[in-house]
């Protein structure tokens, strides 16, 4: 059993909408996946999956509410991949979930405004001995402009930290999917689909081990 959580420092990022694609490739696959929503204000991925259900999207996709790690860790068995999302605000919970993670991924838009609290993030957690080599930052909701995206590139690996090998780049049909219970590679746009399909290949490396 495999635990990839989506941690971050700011709202709006993608957690979210990642920890779903990664659950959904996952599933495709074949694999037992349980996405733990730690988000309770939102309960975005909560939501998503009794909507996934009731458009009688396939594979089905778990998703349940959690509120401590305590909780979770009684519910880890059968699974072959948990997916933990979290809220938009770092805090202790952050923390000892990404101890207990096999990965943890720090997703973040190209602006300085959104590089800058995620590195200081990422530095917090590598404090911990036993979360500093899982943390893998993901470039997400990406524009079009490439010197952005190398500049980002740039400061992420001048800090030291891994990053994924594929960015999840902006695009209005990835919410539309998402609202009708589905995500990433379930896109029925091509170019969606296969932009989708890099993200969920590099997650799933990583995730799966
Ligand atoms: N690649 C994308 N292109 C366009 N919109 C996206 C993309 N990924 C996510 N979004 C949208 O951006 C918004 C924020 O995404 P998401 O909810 O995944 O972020 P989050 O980090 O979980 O936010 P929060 O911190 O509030 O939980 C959502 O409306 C989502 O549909
Ligand atoms: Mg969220």
Partial sequence: MRVASF?????????STLARVLAVAAAHQGHQVLIGD??????????WAAMRLRQGVEPEVEARAFKSLKKLRKTLEGYDLVV???????????????K???VVFLPTGTS?????????????????KAV?????????KTGRSERLLEQAEALISEAGFDMLNAVWPER???QADLDVGRAGSEASNPHLKLAAQHVET????????
Avoid: Y
Avoid at 112 to 128: E, Q, V, Y
């Fill in 7 to 15: 941690v971050g420092q700011k709202g709006g990022v993608g957690k």
């Fill in 38 to 47: 730690f988000d309770l204000e939102q309960l975005s991925c909560v939501e």
């Fill in 84 to 98: 933990v999302d979290t809220r938009g605000l770092a805090d202790e919970l952050t923390e000892d979930i990404s």
């Fill in 100 to 102: 207990e993670s096999d």
């Fill in 112 to 128: 300085m405004d959104d590089l800058r609290p995620t590195l200081a993030l990422a530095k917090r957690l590598a404090k911990t």
């Fill in 132 to 140: 500093s080599n899982k943390i893998v930052i993901v470039l997400s």
């Fill in 172 to 174: 209005d049909g990835f």
């Fill in 202 to 209: 590099a997650m799933l490396t990583l995730a799966l081990g």
